[in-house]
């Protein structure tokens, strides 16, 4: 959960929100939602990934909620969230829909933000009405849309059937990952994170998925191995910026061109030479600055827009 990885200082500990929310879903489920910040600053939103927690957002929250009202929420049977049936790509837009919804005043537009699994869902939601209505822009950390398993590179193995069969079971796996061990923090560095990734970053990634519930870690491997949101690139129509790790194993930069390559609105694609799939945490600041860019040139101007 996220207020249970452990990391209780420094810069990856959780910061206390100003409010907390609930969402409700369109099938039912309840979404806990953080707010940050002041009332009437930007918005972002932030959408963590799978087997993550609004706890891998804690440095960006910790950043812009200064000058900026950020909203963060669990994902359905991550952190807070309670597990509900119903898992696929369609369930992530309703959910990111109902949190949209219950966090914004309506007609406010944010930049919303997802990483992995989070990128997948604003993919996913990029064609409903509740996302056009709330999205100024977008930003895609180490995500993708479609052959997540079959471009993985997590098992050093060629590509083919073989590899793709193997990670398939690797990734779906119903092995508990905790607790958190030296092994644990080795498998957890080699499978997501560059090699340059500090201690206390390790640390503080392998205490956020070891706190993973896994029965919804399993059932989301499901649906993310056979995921195609191709169409919904093609959907996203509003100022987008992608930024990839060159050693991310889960979502390689192949993803990420091919992202930039068909999106209607791309506003540039950042390579980080050696960074892993956690860019959240391992290049913080660098993210941060993003966000900050995004909603300095587009949710200004769309609530300028909104008031002429």
């Given at each position: 959960?996220?207020?249970?990885?452990?990391?209780?200082?420094?810069?990856?500990?959780?910061?206390?929100?100003?409010?907390?929310?609930?969402?409700?879903?369109?099938?039912?489920?309840?979404?806990?939602?953080?707010?940050?910040?002041?009332?009437?600053?930007?918005?972002?939103?932030?959408?963590?990934?799978?087997?993550?927690?609004?706890?891998?957002?804690?440095?960006?929250?910790?950043?812009?909620?200064?000058?900026?009202?950020?909203?963060?929420?669990?994902?359905?049977?991550?952190?807070?969230?309670?597990?509900?049936?119903?898992?696929?790509?369609?369930?992530?837009?309703?959910?990111?829909?109902?949190?949209?919804?219950?966090?914004?005043?309506?007609?406010?537009?944010?930049?919303?933000?997802?990483?992995?699994?989070?990128?997948?869902?604003?993919?996913?939601?990029?064609?409903?009405?509740?996302?056009?209505?709330?999205?100024?822009?977008?930003?895609?950390?180490?995500?993708?849309?479609?052959?997540?398993?079959?471009?993985?590179?997590?098992?050093?193995?060629?590509?083919?059937?073989?590899?793709?069969?193997?990670?398939?079971?690797?990734?779906?796996?119903?092995?508990?990952?905790g607790p958190v061990t030296p092994?644990?923090?080795?498998?957890?560095?080699?499978?997501?994170?560059?090699?340059?990734?500090?201690?206390?970053?390790?640390?503080?990634?392998?205490?956020?998925?070891?706190?993973?519930?896994?029965?919804?870690?399993?059932?989301?491997?499901?649906?993310?191995?056979?995921?195609?949101?191709?169409?919904?690139?093609?959907?996203?129509?509003?100022?987008?910026?992608?930024?990839v790790g060159t050693g991310d194993?889960?979502?390689?930069?192949?993803?990420?061109?091919?992202?930039?390559?068909?999106?209607?609105?791309?506003?540039?694609?950042?390579?980080?030479?050696?960074?892993?799939?956690?860019?959240?945490?391992?290049?913080?600041?660098?993210?941060?600055?993003?966000?900050?860019?995004?909603?300095?040139?587009?949710?200004?101007?769309?609530?300028?827009?909104?008031?002429?």
């Amino acid at each position: 959960m996220s207020r249970l990885t452990r990391t209780v200082a420094g810069p990856y500990a959780p910061p206390v929100p100003e409010r907390e929310l609930t969402a409700v879903s369109a099938d039912g489920a309840r979404l806990h939602v953080e707010l940050h910040g002041p009332e009437g600053a930007p918005a972002v939103v932030l959408v963590h990934g799978w087997t993550c927690s609004t706890a891998v957002w804690a440095a960006q929250i910790r950043a812009l909620a200064a000058d900026h009202r950020v909203v963060a929420y669990d994902q359905r049977g991550h952190g807070r969230s309670p597990a509900h049936p119903g898992y696929s790509a369609e369930t992530l837009a309703d959910d990111l829909e109902a949190v949209l919804a219950t966090a914004l005043a309506p007609g406010e537009r944010a930049v919303v933000v997802g990483h992995s699994m989070g990128g997948m869902t604003v993919l996913a939601a990029a064609g409903r009405a509740g996302f056009r209505e709330h999205t100024a822009a977008v930003l895609l950390c180490s995500t993708g849309s479609a052959r997540l398993v079959a471009e993985s590179t997590v098992l050093p193995m060629r590509p083919g059937r073989l590899r793709t069969a193997l990670t398939r079971r690797v990734l779906g796996s119903r092995a508990p990952l905790g607790p958190v061990t030296p092994v644990t923090r080795a498998v957890v560095k080699y499978a997501t994170m560059g090699a340059g990734s500090s201690p206390q970053m390790v640390e503080a990634w392998a205490r956020i998925v070891t706190a993973s519930p896994r029965r919804a870690r399993v059932a989301w491997s499901h649906v993310l191995a056979g995921i195609d949101l191709d169409a919904g690139v093609r959907r996203l129509r509003v100022p987008t910026a992608v930024v990839v790790g060159t050693g991310d194993r889960l979502t390689p930069p192949v993803h990420a061109r091919g992202l930039a390559a068909a999106l209607p609105q791309c506003v540039g694609l950042t390579e980080l030479t050696g960074l892993g799939h956690m860019t959240p945490i391992e290049a913080p600041q660098l993210v941060t600055a993003r966000i900050r860019a995004l909603a300095a040139t587009h949710v200004r101007t769309a609530h300028a827009e909104e008031s002429a």
